[in-house]
């Protein structure tokens, strides 16, 4: 089951520019989370944030939570090369299921 | 360890064999998940388990597939008679929560073969 879905599937941006991902998702939630996944393999941890909260920042992330919308978005500032990879956001599932399930990913590339 | 490794790397297998993939989780973290991510899609959630009970495997494809987990440590999952849709990398992740409380640790994947 897939809780979390996110948009744009892919994104293209020059290097410097900001770049926007969004997650919409189906019931409510306790928490919800962001990763990264360089090359199919391994996801990295980014960015976690509560029902109870509407924004947070971490360098040059910003999430925001929109509980009434059941979106999220990921905003990456002063983008590089570097962040070129695929963007999952993950949420418990079904309103307080304690499994962890994970959107479709944004696919950003970042040209130099 | 230092974070969660999963063995083997890599593995390719002819159809109708049965294959095991290990994950070994960072020590002292009660739950653990498998996912399937076939190439360039999202992540597929497989089972996860708390301790080492699993109380929810719906995300399981068919009973081909079983997972197990020992001494709240290491887990297995085991694909029987496989198939060539089974081809995908699998991949493990292990929390000290379950329900997205915290960050998930992943380890670097399986890919498995099917030929």
């Known amino acids: 089951s897939q809780q979390g879905e996110e948009d744009p599937q892919a994104l293209s941006i020059q290097e410097g520019e900001n770049a926007t991902m969004n997650c919409s998702y189906k019931?409510?939630?306790?928490?919800l989370q962001w990763y990264r996944q360089n090359s199919g393999r391994g996801l990295v941890h980014l960015i976690l944030i509560r029902s109870n909260e509407r924004e947070k920042h971490s360098g040059r992330l910003r999430v925001t939570l929109d509980t009434s919308k059941k979106s999220s978005s990921l905003l990456i500032t002063a983008s590089r090369a570097a962040d070129t990879a695929s963007y999952f956001c993950?949420?418990?599932?079904?309103?307080?299921?304690?499994?962890?399930?994970f959107g479709k990913g944004t696919k950003l590339t970042v040209n130099p | 360890g230092a974070g969660v490794s999963q063995s083997p790397s890599n593995k390719v297998t002819e159809k109708g064999k049965d294959v095991e993939l290990r994950c070994d989780p960072i020590s002292g973290h009660t739950a653990l998940y498998w996912y399937r991510q076939r190439l360039g899609q999202g992540l597929e959630f497989l089972i996860y388990f708390q301790g080492n009970s699993a109380p929810d495997k719906s995300g399981l494809p068919s009973d081909r597939f079983s997972a197990e987990r020992t001494g709240e440590s290491v887990s297995t999952l085991t694909i029987q008679r496989t198939q060539q849709e089974d081809s995908a990398v699998y991949l493990c992740?292990?929390?000290?929560?379950?329900?997205?409380?915290?960050?998930?640790?992943f380890g670097q994947g399986t890919r498995l073969t099917v030929v």
């Open positions: 019931t409510s939630i306790n928490n």
């Open positions: 993950a949420t418990d599932a079904e309103g307080g299921s304690e499994k962890l399930v």
């Open positions: 992740a292990s929390s000290d929560s379950w329900g997205g409380w915290t960050e998930a640790f």
